[in-house]
C-alpha cells in the first residue's frame, strides 16, 4: 500500500517512521529545514523508553515524485488543510482514501469539499510527539487511535491493520463525535497557555492561576458539548484536561512547537471552534474567547518580539 503523509511536522513524522516498514511511505512537505535534514541524515528518533534509531524516509515537496498513493494521511495544521488537500488530490487514486487525524474541529468538512466525501474520513489519535529541532524526534508516547468508519471504504480496515503493526492501537467506531470533542477540551486547555507561557504541559498544573485558566477552558468545552448534545467521554472536562496535562507532563504541545517556529497555529480549530460553536448554541466561552484574541495577537506580532 502506497501511503502520503502530508505534514513534515512531529505527528507526519511520528506516523512515517512507524509506518514505513510495513508500507511504502513518502512525506510531502514544504519545511525546508525539515525536509532537509530527513533527505540528508534521516529521522532521529527518540523513545519514551530513551531507546533511539535513526530512521530513513523519503521526504519531498515535489509532487511529481510522489506517483499515486492509496491512501492520503493529512497531518498538517489546520491552516493548510485546505492546501493540503489541493496536493492530495493530485496523487491520491480515484479508489484511494484520504484520512485526518489533525487536532480540532472542521478539517473534515475541508476535505469534503476538496475531494470527493466518499473516500474521506477522520480519526482522533491520543500519540505525542515533539522536534526538538529539524530531524530529531522525541516520541513521548500515547493511547489508542480511533477511525471513522463512514461508509466502510474497503482501504479502512487495511490502514488499520498497517497502524496496529506500526504499534498504533487502532479501532473503527461509527461515530468519532464524542472523541473529538473530548479531545479538545484538552487541546483548548492545554495548548495555548503552554504557547503563550513557553512552558511543558505539567508546568501548568504547578500554577494556581494557569491550572484556574486551564480548568475554565475545558468547562466551556463541556458546557458547548452539552448543549450540542454531544455526550463527552468523561464526567468531567476540567478534571480529564488536568489528567491530560499530568500524563504528558514533559510533553511540548504542537501550539507551543507552532509559536516557537513563529508560524500560525491551530487556535481557530481549537478555541475559535469552541466561540463560533458557543456563540451558535448561546453558551458563553469567555476564556476561549481571551485565548483566541491573545494567540492571535501573539502571532500578529511575531516579528516584533523583544527577545532576551
Known amino acids: 500500500m502506497k501511503i502520503a503523509i502530508f505534514g513534515i511536522g512531529a505527528m507526519g513524522c511520528l506516523f512515517g517512521a512507524r509506518l514505513s516498514p510495513h508500507a511504502d511511505v513518502i512525506l510531502v512537505g514544504k519545511w525546508p529545514p525539515q525536509r532537509q535534514a530527513l533527505q540528508q541524515q534521516g529521522l532521529h528518533l527518540i523513545h519514551p523508553d530513551g531507546r533511539e534509531e535513526r530512521v530513513q524516509l523519503q521526504a519531498t ?10 491512501v492520503a494521511l493529512i497531518l498538517t495544521k489546520s491552516p493548510k488543510t485546505a492546501l493540503a488537500c489541493q496536493d492530495a488530490a493530485q496523487v491520491l487514486k480515484p479508489d484511494g482514501l ?19 466525501a466518499a473516500r474521506c474520513t477522520q480519526g482522533v489519535t491520543s500519540q505525542g510527539a515533539y522536534l526538538k529541532e529539524p530531524g530529531l524526534l522525541r ?44 479531545k479538545l477540551a484538552a487541546n483548548v486547555a492545554i495548548n495555548p497557555l503552554t504557547a503563550l507561557l513557553r512552558v511543558h ?10 491550572r484556574l485558566l486551564l480548568q475554565s477552558a475545558a468547562q466551556e ?13 468523561f464526567a468531567d472536562a476540567a478534571v480529564w484536561a488536568q489528567e491530560v496535562a499530568r500524563k ?10 507552532d509559536a516557537l517556529r513563529g508560524v500560525e497555529t491551530e487556535i481557530n480549530a481549537m478555541c475559535g471552534a469552541v466561540v463560533r460553536e458557543g456563540q ?29
Open 61 to 70: 515537496a515535489d509532487l511529481k515524485s510522489v506517483g499515486q498513493a492509496d
Open 201 to 210: 504541559n505539567g508546568a501548568l498544573l504547578e500554577s494556581p492561576a494557569a
Open 248 to 257: 504528558t507532563a514533559r510533553n511540548r504541545s504542537s501550539m507551543l512547537q
Open 98 to 116: 484520504a484520512i485526518t487525524l489533525q487536532n480540532g474541529l472542521g478539517n473534515l468538512e475541508v476535505l469534503d469539499q476538496r475531494l470527493d
Open 139 to 182: 516520541y513521548a508516547g500515547g493511547g489508542p487511535t480511533h477511525l471513522a468508519r463512514r461508509g466502510d471504504h474497503p482501504h479502512l480496515r487495511q490502514v488499520k491493520a498497517l497502524f496496529e503493526k506500526a504499534g498504533f492501537a487502532t479501532e473503527i467506531i461509527e461515530d468519532l463525535t464524542s472523541l473529538q470533542w473530548g
Open 280 to 308: 451558535a448554541l448561546g453558551v458563553p466561552t469567555p476564556v476561549n474567547a481571551f485565548l483566541l484574541q491573545l494567540m492571535t495577537a501573539a502571532t500578529e506580532t511575531t516579528s516584533q518580539r523583544i527577545m532576551l
Open 221 to 233: 468545552v463541556g458546557a458547548v458539548a452539552k448543549a450540542k448534545g454531544v455526550k463527552l467521554p
